[in-house]
């Protein structure tokens, strides 16, 4: 048996391989279903990563900074499986969560731009593809084996950073037919992921190195419910209409100089 201690101080004893979606299930089932991720002696991981020792485990929802966190991270996973699928030949760079959101760098095949007229095609494949339920599997990976993997898919930006990296401590995170190089966390399978809107597309040096190419950047946000999309949009809404630029202008508080 295992020590758990929870935020609040209480300890409670377990198998030692118990995860931390088990951990929820044993507190409540509506917990169970909200959670998202868990802090293990302060790392998140996964809510199906085995927990051997003595541990102090946190649960995260998606009211936590660390279960957004988690569900953006994978929102864009399956942004680029969406895109890996739609335009086949696509390179990838890096794809994080960020404050809103998420968003990856990509290098589409020759001939092929992405523009604001695609987003709605790329938000249509993402929720087919997470419909499917995918689940997201880790596996630790060999530096060789990893630039092998990568390099036979023409990764070319993916082995560039495998180059940096550790032996010993690379891990690779695949659902469906995508596979990232990634160190987590993740949720476990795409299915909870029921909203999503691509918001803008924009020029990204690669490693933001002014000398190397230059990617697409693509960003989206993501949500559990459609609901929660559509106030954040009606929330944009009403900032556009508080932009100080367009009151501004209306009220004619300030004009431009033909002089200047």
Not at 126 to 145: H, Y
Not at 154 to 179: C, M, P, R, V, W
Not at 192 to 198: D, T, Y
């Amino acid at each position: 048996m295992i020590k758990i201690t929870f935020p609040d101080g209480s300890v409670r004893e377990y198998e030692a391989g118990v995860t931390g979606l088990q951990i929820a299930e044993s507190i409540s089932s509506r917990l169970a279903q909200d959670v998202l991720a868990c802090g293990v002696n302060g790392e998140i991981v996964e809510l199906n990563r085995p927990i051997n020792e003595d541990a102090s485990v946190v649960l995260y929802k998606w009211e936590d900074a660390e279960g957004k966190h988690a569900f953006w991270h994978t929102s864009a996973h399956l942004m680029a499986e969406a895109m890996q699928e739609l335009y086949p030949g696509m390179q990838f760079g890096i794809g994080p969560a960020i404050e809103n959101g998420f968003y990856y760098d990509v290098m589409p095949p020759a001939g092929t731009v992405i523009r604001e007229s695609d987003f709605a095609g790329i938000e249509k494949k993402m929720l087919e593809l997470a419909q499917r339920k995918e689940p997201v599997m880790r596996a630790e990976i060999s530096k060789a084996d990893a630039l092998k993997f990568f390099g036979e898919r023409g990764q070319t930006y993916k082995n560039e950073l495998i180059e940096d990296l550790e032996d010993g401590h690379i891990s690779t995170y695949t659902q469906g037919a995508f596979t990232d190089l990634c160190r987590g966390p993740h949720l476990m399978n795409t299915g909870v992921i029921k909203a999503v809107k691509v918001t803008a597309v924009s020029s990204a040096y690669w490693r933001g190195d002014e000398k190397r190419p230059q990617m697409t950047r693509v960003y989206a946000i993501s949500f559990p419910k459609k609901k929660m999309l559509d106030e954040y949009l009606t929330l944009l809404e009403e900032a556009k209409k508080r932009d100080h630029r367009k009151i501004g202008k209306e009220m004619e508080l300030f004009m431009f100089s033909e002089r200047v």
